[in-house]
């Protein structure tokens, strides 16, 4: 079965400083990778999304992801947090079923 | 204003009732799908649709039950046999036919059991 592992539960940063959140799935075929992000009390909104072509996809808000097939990973990163970014950030993939596993999110918390 | 519309957005219920979510969008997406997120555990799949009058169980549809008889509708009914129904209820839906099968979610509802 398809799934995602996101190991960073909880990350707290100050601004400024650069941020790169783990995500890693377990499918071997073609897939579509996502980050999503929720801001306190707003809707859960797509940062970024890979399918094809570059690996090393750029996103909203100076966020980007790399993905790197031999270790099935996307992991999301920005050079430089803001306290704008605190929010929960959850990794998802879609492989050959009509369904889209999400990881098990990643909170951050970027202080001033 | 295009969009995915959740009502209500707080919802209260006793013990042993059933409870429906609206979920509508205007977005003419072919797809919606109903999660539910709990701490700690990211979104699980409840139930999604992908043409009108048919829909299909996600990872935990125990419990749940849904209906499509709109392509702009999406209602989520949370029944009495949903053990832990208290929860944060989010629709999402997508266009079909696009790489990527993007999808885009609505604000949410929140579900707590008195």
């Known amino acids: 079965a398809q799934s995602v592992s996101q190991h960073n539960h909880h990350v707290i940063l100050s601004e400024a400083a650069s941020l790169e959140l783990g995500c890693n799935y377990s499918y071997g075929g073609t897939v579509n990778l996502f980050w999503y992000v929720q801001y306190p009390g707003q809707h859960l909104q797509l940062l970024l999304k890979?399918?094809?072509?570059?690996?090393l996809v750029k996103g909203i808000k100076g966020f980007e992801a790399e993905f790197i097939k031999s270790k099935f990973s996307f992991n999301l990163r920005k050079p430089s947090v803001q306290w704008s970014d605190t929010a929960e950030y959850f990794c998802a993939v879609k492989g050959n079923t009509d369904k889209l596993i999400f990881g098990t999110g990643t909170r951050l918390q970027v202080f001033p | 204003d295009g969009g995915i519309t959740q009502s209500p957005k707080y919802l209260f219920r006793k013990e042993g009732q059933n409870v429906t979510l609206s979920c509508e969008q205007n977005?003419?997406?072919?797809?919606m799908y109903w999660y539910r997120q709990d701490p700690g555990q990211g979104l699980r799949l409840i139930y999604y649709?992908?043409?009108?009058?048919?829909?299909q169980k996600g990872d935990i549809a125990e419990g749940y039950s849904v209906s499509r008889e709109k392509k702009e509708s999406f209602p989520l009914t949370v029944t009495s046999a949903q053990k832990n129904p208290t929860a944060f209820y989010l629709c999402a839906s997508s266009m079909l036919g696009r790489s990527p099968d993007t999808q885009y979610f609505g604000p949410g509802t929140r579900l707590t059991v008195l």
């Open positions: 890979y399918f094809s072509g570059d690996p």
């Open positions: 649709s992908q043409i009108v009058n048919d829909f």
């Open positions: 977005l003419n997406h072919d797809a």
